[in-house]
């Protein structure tokens, strides 16, 4: 089966300022603010997706996975190393990215599904797909300045699954709304996958990887620790966060 997503020995770092001047006075004169360290935020990753897989990124905070997400999403790029992604890739990572908050949802559903690709004969045809799944019929025509975070959650989505992209890169977006929300993403995630999406989720949250992934992917301190199955990750990287507390 074809891979949808390569990952080949990926670097990446960041300069992380003391107190760094932001004119170029200061930078003249307060020469030593501009002082930096190198932080090395993954360091060798490698791995690959099949089409039509599921696959959870599970890790401590700072350990790089959220870098590693816009780093295939390219918001940014590699230090060093290749990713090679086959297909149209739509993207859940900080949530409401793309939208104007003194447009309406509908506006806004219309400049979001833009951005993936789309055209405005494509969004008409899906725009009450989009809407009817979000369940924000009564406040779609509302700023969306007016939404609550949950609200935002439901729309970023909508419009997410209903572009037909090949990919779905989710972080941690499914954390936010009701229960009864979540289930149904999680039925529509279900789908898509069954209709060959692959889809790649960052998430705290092991049960949600385990009921949806074919595998994870435990990143520890910039390193790939473990990559297996959910259920034999996972024992691995509980039992590590047990002795560590």
Same mark, same amino acid.
């Given at each position: 089966? +074809? ?8 670097? +990446? ?13 200061? #930078? ?10 190198? #932080?090395?935020?993954? =360091? ?18 700072? *350990? %790089?996975?959220?870098?590693? !997400? =816009?780093? !295939?999403? #390219? &918001? ?10 086959? %297909? ?7 949530? @409401? ?7 309406? @949802? ?10 993936? @690709?789309?055209?405005? =004969?494509?969004?008409?045809? +899906? ?17 969306? #300045? ?12 909508? /419009?997410? &699954? ?13 954390? /936010? ?7 149904? *993403? ?7 996958? =069954?209709? @060959? ?15 949806? *992934? ?11 620790? *473990? ?19």
């Amino acid at each position: 089966m +074809k891979n949808s997503i390569v990952v080949e020995d990926v670097y +990446k770092k960041f300069k992380v300022y003391h107190d760094k001047g932001y004119s170029l006075k200061e #930078r003249l004169l307060f020469w030593e603010r501009n002082k930096y360290e190198v #932080r090395w935020i993954l =360091k060798g990753i490698s791995f690959a997706v099949k089409k039509g897989e599921a696959v959870g990124i599970i890790g401590k905070n700072g *350990c %790089g996975k959220s870098t590693l !997400l =816009k780093l !295939l999403s #390219r &918001i940014m790029y590699p230090t060093k190393g290749k990713i090679e992604m086959n %297909g149209k890739v739509a993207s859940l990572i900080e949530l @409401g990215a793309g939208f104007h908050p003194d447009m309406s @949802g509908r506006e806004n559903i219309y400049i979001n599904a833009s951005i993936f @690709g789309l055209t405005k =004969k494509e969004i008409d045809d +899906k725009l009450q797909d989009i809407i009817n799944f979000s369940e924000l019929q009564d406040f779609i025509d509302n700023p969306i #300045r007016t939404y609550s975070s949950g609200m935002y959650m439901r729309l970023a989505f909508s /419009v997410a &699954i209903n572009v037909k992209a090949d990919i779905l890169l989710i972080d941690e977006i499914l954390a /936010v709304g009701d229960i009864t929300f979540q289930e149904k *993403c999680f039925n529509k995630l279900k789908k898509i996958k =069954k209709e @060959g999406t692959t889809i790649v989720i960052v998430s705290h949250s092991l049960e949600q990887i385990e009921e949806f *992934c074919d595998k994870s992917i435990w990143i520890k301190d910039g390193l790939i620790e *473990c990559i297996d199955t959910p259920q034999i990750v996972h024992e691995k990287y509980k039992s590590f966060m047990l002795k560590s507390n």
